[in-house]
């Protein structure tokens, strides 16, 4: 089975800084994607950026995105310009393919990022 | 764009009582998904359907079961509710049968057992 594990509980920055937040993850497959949401006060889960496993190129959306490692199992996220709005819970989550695509998540425990003006 | 609908938003039970959970996938989508997040966790995968064929099973209990119909709505049906089923139920649907496996959430339904 799949772990994800993201080990900064919660982290606070100022706004208009430069954020990473770490993942890593266990998987012993090759046919994965790779996940982050955002969760801000609503509950609502937001799909912020996807990382397909078989490629290289890190994937950016707009202010954020991603340092994928597949060798070392790590896909951090980096948010630029930080704004009050990213004020969130940000889960790393993990899809693996095999099978067809209709596997759940594992989500990691979260980060808890917190933008101050 | 149309987003994932759930209903109820909210839903007050006793316990030992039975919660039905409804579920709209976003137009042209084939998998649904239902998640469980307690408070202060992560969203937790209970089961996923596609093409109305259950596809993936993580951790349900036995006192729920969940179906999906023809028009690709579903349905999570919870019975002998426990204090502890108190959380936050959302459904995600994607296109899972040829990517790219992108899920989308609802807003979630808070169901609050007492």
């Known amino acids: 089975a799949q772990t994800v594990t993201q080990s900064q509980p919660e982290m606070s920055v100022q706004e208009a800084e430069t954020v990473t937040l770490s993942c890593t993850y266990d998987?012993?497959?090759?046919?994965?994607?790779l996940f982050w949401y955002k969760q801000p006060p609503s509950r609502q889960m937001i799909l912020v950026i996807r990382?397909?496993?078989?490629?290289?190129q890190n994937a950016t959306e707009n202010r954020f995105s991603v340092n994928f490692q597949k060798a070392a199992k790590s896909f951090s996220l980096k948010i630029s310009d930080s704004q009050l709005g990213d004020t969130a819970m940000y889960f790393c989550a993990f899809i693996h393919l095999e099978g067809g695509g209709a596997d759940g998540l594992t989500f990691g425990k979260g980060t808890h990022l917190i933008i101050q003006p | 764009a149309a987003g994932v609908i759930q209903s109820p938003r909210h839903l007050i039970k006793e316990k030992r009582e039975t919660a039905t959970l409804k579920c709209y996938p976003i137009?042209?989508?084939?998998?649904v998904y239902w998640y469980q997040q307690g408070p202060g966790q992560d969203p937790q995968f209970l089961i996923s359907?596609?093409?109305?064929?259950?596809?993936d099973k993580g951790s349900i209990p036995d006192r729920f079961s969940a179906q999906q119909f023809s028009d690709y709505h579903s349905e999570l049906n919870m019975s002998s509710l426990e204090l502890g089923d108190s959380a936050l139920y959302f459904c995600?649907?994607?296109?899972?049968?040829?990517?790219?496996?992108?899920?989308?959430f609802g807003p979630g339904t808070r169901l609050t057992v007492t």
């Open positions: 998987t012993s497959e090759n046919n994965y994607y």
């Open positions: 995600a649907s994607s296109s899972g049968g040829t990517g790219p496996y992108e899920q989308y």
């Open positions: 359907f596609y093409e109305k064929m259950q596809s």
């Open positions: 990382q397909e496993a078989y490629k290289q």
């Open positions: 137009p042209r989508h084939d998998t």
